[in-house]
């Protein structure tokens, strides 16, 4: 069975979901959209306040990618290591070298000077690369294949034998 991570280990503000103020937010959330008074209000907090209320949502991240990273086996597996720090490296090309991506198309812009999306990309392709997918993620899979089969009437497909597939 698969093992669901806790919220506040996913999102930031995942402790007031757990305090059980997730409606609270909800309908906070949902008056910013219907007034624009409200609006107006957040628009009149001071940017020093908003720039201490970034740093802290930042860091909440940071921590939080700190203890997801903590969990990490680095014993067993040796490739861990270097895909944590070839997609930091990635993450900084557009910190420390802005003109890295000069000569690519404008198009492509947003999404090469972005540290983020090239920080998670890196990591992603690198962990399916040296990790590549665990007997777990395929049976996973397997399993989600076969149930969309179940639902269209036909027989999962671990069940099929060369013989019954048939066009």
């Known amino acids: 069975m698969r093992q669901v ?3 506040d280990e996913i999102l930031p503000c995942g402790q007031l979901l757990i305090l059980g103020l997730q409606h609270v ?3 906070i959330l949902i008056l910013f959209g219907i007034f624009p008074r409200m609006g107006h209000a957040v628009a009149s907090v ?3 306040v908003l720039g201490g209320a970034g740093v802290v949502m930042f860091g909440m991240v ?3 990618g700190i203890k997801m990273l903590a969990g990490v086996n680095y014993v067993e597996q040796k490739a ?3 895909i944590i720090a070839i997609s930091i490296a990635f993450g900084m090309i557009p910190l420390v070298a802005d003109k890295f991506f000069q000569y690519m198309r404008e198009a492509l812009s947003p999404l090469l000077h972005s540290g983020i999306l090239l920080a998670s990309v890196a990591a992603v392709v690198l962990n399916l690369y040296f990790n590549g997918a665990t007997p777990r ?3 996973i899979r397997a399993a989600a294949a076969g ?3 179940a639902e269209a009437g036909q027989p999962p497909l671990f069940a099929r034998t060369s013989a019954s597939c048939r066009p």
């Open 5 to 7: 991570q806790p919220v």
């Open 46 to 48: 001071p940017r020093f």
């Open 62 to 64: 940071a921590a939080t």
């Open 25 to 27: 937010l909800v309908m």
């Open 80 to 82: 861990n290591p270097y």
């Open 137 to 139: 993620d395929k049976a």
């Open 147 to 149: 149930a969309h089969h």
